[in-house]
């Protein structure tokens, strides 16, 4: 994914407004299981959920195993400690909204967690395996945000998941497609996360987990990944259920290029950073590669069509029906990017909001205009706003619920979030985090993760309403509904219908939920029109 309307920040640190304070955790009897690689002894909070941090799930992608398929972990001798969060992916400090209880940053980062509410390996409970978001440079699994203790409370094992970020997890090049014996390169990171699906097969019945009920989720980048590891042959028999939250591998926003695109691009890396092969960029330091790839632009790099993860196009493994056939909810926010990703410079005037959208569409501006208005200076602001949302991330996740509906032979549910986060607490005015300007209209990007998760508490730079609450219980209650049985559908809630291409229902989430008639399928349709014609479908 290139962009975000997440908050880029300085370089200093984020301030603790941003997390509650954490639960303790202590160990207890009994909170040592034994894994594939051996014996892990984690802690309990003080709910009593056991809690597995740092657990390795692949060997260190250092050295020689740099930009490498990831490769299983080594077995080790006594019990290993999980009571400490791994380090962090290598990434640049980017996002403001972004807090981190990791162990610091190294390229050693392929861990992951686990929170298990089961007190013993006989339970079969169901599984939420955990992608974070971050635009495929940026994130982290310790994020309080991902917290996987609320989705525990309700029964569920939850897991985050750390894999290779921006040019350590995408890098794709002519001498490492040769040394593969896939004839791949590039979609290390994906790579990663297969692994970890792997992992959790192997291993989450050892804390309680049923191997055959994993469901994947993830937002933003994150759900770029769900919709990619549904579409790639190596998480066959993996999943049993998929959740998207703003974004997919389907649109003009993280597209699948070429393999011999994404070797030009790791060429072109190469030479800027002043080496001509393969084992110089090995030679180089972590942070030495990390500074290259701030230089040469962060977000250059892209997965891709390598013949491996991807065996061609995602949308046509998706039009095909190859991608995993299982049920799928997903959906997006209402304001998931503002007028400026289309107005530029332009005014926000009926004539400045046409010229804009001229420049993006030429000869085909007048059909986006009639399906975007703008005669009114509050109407150009408004549907400016609206383009620019659907082309960040509508569109993706449009045509993965479309194309899942009409291939994938399990219930789809698309729901829209309308909730905009409150005002900003007086005490954390200010701090690093914090939005600046006038309170959001609508559900910006990323909002609804503590939401979903039940995470509220975790994040103190908002002041949280009853309402607030209500919603977070209403959508948690949906997500943790579809986890356990693949409908999001029970007691006490709205009833949300499963996705009908020729009658869809659209489930929108605010403080009163209902599932409405979709209104906006025409843009969809043009703008999937117009990106058809772009390469790399």
Request: charged letters at 20%; glycine letters at 10%.
């Amino acid at each position: 994914m290139k962009r975000s309307n997440r908050t880029p920040r300085a370089l200093a640190a984020v301030g603790v407004m941003m997390m509650a304070t954490a639960l303790p955790a202590v160990a207890q009897a009994g909170d040592t299981v034994r894994v594939a690689s051996g014996a892990v002894a984690g802690t309990r909070t003080a709910a009593g959920i056991r809690l597995f941090r740092g657990l390795p799930y692949a060997a260190p992608p250092v050295g020689a195993l740099r930009w490498r398929e990831p490769r299983p972990v080594a077995a080790w001798a006594g019990v290993r400690s999980a009571a400490q969060f791994g380090p962090r992916c290598m990434q640049p400090p980017i996002f403001a909204d972004m807090v981190f209880r990791s162990s610091g940053m190294s390229e050693d980062c392929l861990y992951l967690n686990v929170w298990t509410p089961a007190r013993s390996s006989a339970e079969k409970l169901p599984v939420l395996v955990y992608f974070y978001g971050g635009g495929f440079i940026a994130g982290d699994g310790s994020e309080p945000r991902y917290d996987g203790e609320s989705m525990a409370r309700r029964g569920i094992v939850a897991v985050t998941v750390n894999y290779r970020l921006g040019v350590f997890g995408l890098l794709a090049h002519p001498q490492l497609t040769a040394e593969s014996p896939h004839h791949a390169s590039g979609n290390e990171g994906m790579l990663d996360q297969a692994a970890a699906l792997r992992w959790v097969r192997e291993n989450i019945a050892a804390f309680g987990g049923d191997p055959a009920r994993v469901t994947i989720g993830g937002e933003s980048a994150g759900s770029i990944s769900v919709s990619a590891l549904m579409a790639s042959p190596l998480s066959r028999g993996l999943i049993a259920g998929a959740i998207g939250e703003s974004g997919a591998q389907l649109g003009p926003t993280s597209p699948a290029v070429p393999l011999s695109y994404g070797e030009q691009v790791g060429t072109r890396f190469a030479t800027a950073a002043g080496v001509a092969s393969l084992a110089e960029l090995r030679a180089l330091s972590s942070q030495e590669i990390l500074d290259a790839a701030m230089r040469f632009g962060p977000w250059s790099f892209h997965a891709v069509q390598d013949g491996y993860f991807f065996p061609r196009a995602p949308g046509e493994i998706y039009a095909a029906g190859e991608q995993a056939r299982v049920p799928l909810l997903a959906g997006w926010n209402t304001a998931e990017s503002n007028a400026g990703g289309v107005l530029g410079n332009d005014p926000a005037t009926p004539e400045g909001y046409a010229a804009a959208v001229r420049r993006l569409y030429g000869d085909r501006a007048a059909d986006v205009l009639r399906l975007y208005p703008g005669a009114t200076p509050e109407q150009a602001m408004q549907s400016a706003g609206e383009l620019a949302g659907d082309r960040f991330l509508g569109l993706s996740t449009w045509k993965w619920l479309e194309l899942q509906a009409r291939t994938g032979a399990r219930p789809v549910y698309r729901y829209l979030y309308a909730r905009p986060r409150p005002a900003v607490r007086a005490d954390a005015a200010g701090t690093p985090g914090a939005p600046t300007g006038p309170p959001a209209t609508g559900a910006v990007h990323s909002a609804e993760i503590e939401y979903a998760l039940g995470n509220l508490d975790r994040n103190r730079v908002f002041a949280w309403t009853a309402d607030d609450r209500a919603v977070s219980a209403t959508m948690q209650a949906y997500f943790a509904n579809f986890i356990k049985t693949g409908d999001p559908n029970g007691a006490g809630l709205a009833t949300w219908p499963a996705l009908r291409p020729d009658a869809p229902r659209v489930m929108r989430l605010d403080v009163t939920s209902a599932a409405e008639a979709d209104r906006t399928r025409a843009r969809y349709e043009l703008l999937d029109q117009l990106f058809a014609a772009a390469p790399w479908r």
